[in-house]
Nanobody
């Protein structure tokens, strides 16, 4: 059973920094990518950042230049370094990992999620 466990959320002042961590366990197969999504009250869950097994990264527009995603494959862990935090970054942050399953002609994406960690940016 795949489990994703996040840590590192909390309360920080505007302009501050936080580092989120997520450990993936129980997987007997490699993940295509790992990353972070966030969801503010009343809003949809949006991509923050992801990193593929090959090391390619992808960021949401609102966090480019401020957030950095990295991974330690040996530890099956993904990190999100968040700098220059703004009040609009306040949300529940969810760790995500996914893989593709099925035959080539009918490939589907299988997502796995953590329980979420609250990040609050406020003075």
């Amino acid at each position: 059973q795949v489990q994703l466990v996040e840590s590192g959320g909390g309360l920080v002042q505007p302009g501050g920094s936080l580092r989120l961590s997520c450990v993936v366990s129980g997987n007997r197969f490699s993940m295509e990518a790992m990353g972070w999504y966030r969801q503010a009250p009343g809003k949809q869950r949006d991509l923050v950042a992801e990193i593929t097994s090959g090391g390619s990264t992808n960021y949401g527009e609102s966090v480019k230049g401020r957030f950095t995603i990295s991974r330690d494959s040996a530890k099956n862990t993904v990190y999100l370094q968040m700098n220059s935090l703004k009040p609009e970054d306040t949300a529940v942050y969810y760790c995500n990992a996914y893989r593709f399953i099925g035959p080539v002609e009918r490939v589907v994406r299988r997502d796995y999620w953590g329980q979420g960690t609250q990040v609050t940016v406020s003075s």
